[in-house]
């Protein structure tokens, strides 16, 4: 999308109060991006959010099998994602912003970090992970990441299929805003 195509959508130079950006900065090319931002964003007090999910606990057994599922989806990740930009909690995500947050939180380098709750159940979980673009990918060059072998692991490890349990996940949130 052309700098103009953006401006005619989204609005004028100086004219955005927040862009967020949830789960997804990541794949995007960083330069173009933080210059359409800078252009975009009101001057002064315009901000910018972003922010990713690590990986959460659910129990011992479904935590083991999701770490091998996990890594067996690495070569199906797009190649412009950089999974330890993810990995590492966007602590080496590139954000050319002034901070927003008290103690230099939400900086580059420094991600404000908060713990996330949600509530799974086995069906939604591996819903979650059959959206994921690494599945997908993968599917699409006939490979089955999720085989019935994996959905079968992760049932027996699961325990009674109505279970519903609480996942706790770290998120990293990055928030700044233009200088002066």
Same mark, same amino acid.
């Given at each position: 999308?052309?700098?103009?195509?953006?401006?005619?959508?989204v609005?004028?130079? $100086?004219?955005?109060?927040?862009?967020?950006?949830?789960?997804?900065v990541?794949?995007?090319?960083?330069?173009?991006?933080?210059?359409?931002?800078?252009?975009?964003?009101?001057?002064?007090?315009?901000?910018?959010?972003?922010?990713?999910?690590?990986?959460?606990?659910?129990?011992?057994?479904v935590?083991a099998?999701?770490?091998?599922?996990l890594?067996?989806t690495?070569?199906?990740?797009?190649?412009?994602?950089?999974?330890d930009?993810?990995?590492?909690?966007?602590?080496?995500?590139?954000?050319?912003?002034?901070?927003? *947050?008290e103690n230099?939180?939400?900086?580059?380098?420094?991600?404000?970090?908060m713990?996330?709750?949600?509530?799974?159940s086995?069906?939604?979980?591996?819903?979650?992970?059959?959206?994921?673009?690494?599945?997908?990918?993968a599917?699409?060059? $006939?490979?089955?990441?999720?085989?019935?072998?994996?959905?079968?692991?992760?049932?027996?490890?699961?325990?009674?299929?109505?279970?519903?349990?609480?996942?706790k996940?770290?998120?990293?949130? *990055?928030?700044?805003?233009?200088?002066?």
């Amino acid at each position: 999308m052309t700098d103009e195509d953006l401006f005619s959508i989204v609005g004028e130079e $100086g004219s955005v109060d927040l862009v967020t950006v949830a789960t997804a900065v990541h794949w995007f090319d960083l330069n173009t991006f933080y210059s359409q931002v800078k252009r975009l964003l009101r001057k002064p007090g315009g901000v910018i959010a972003v922010w990713t999910y690590g990986h959460g606990s659910i129990s011992p057994a479904v935590d083991a099998v999701c770490a091998e599922f996990l890594e067996s989806t690495i070569p199906y990740l797009q190649p412009k994602m950089d999974i330890d930009i993810v990995k590492d909690g966007y602590r080496k995500l590139p954000f050319p912003f002034e901070p927003v *947050l008290e103690n230099g939180q939400g900086i580059e380098g420094n991600p404000y970090v908060m713990e996330m709750e949600i509530e799974l159940s086995l069906e939604k979980f591996l819903l979650w992970y059959k959206s994921s673009n690494a599945v997908v990918t993968a599917r699409e060059k $006939g490979v089955e990441l999720l085989n019935e072998t994996l959905l079968r692991r992760f049932r027996e490890a699961w325990g009674d299929e109505n279970k519903i349990y609480t996942c706790k996940m770290p998120l990293y949130v *990055l928030v700044g805003t233009l200088p002066l």
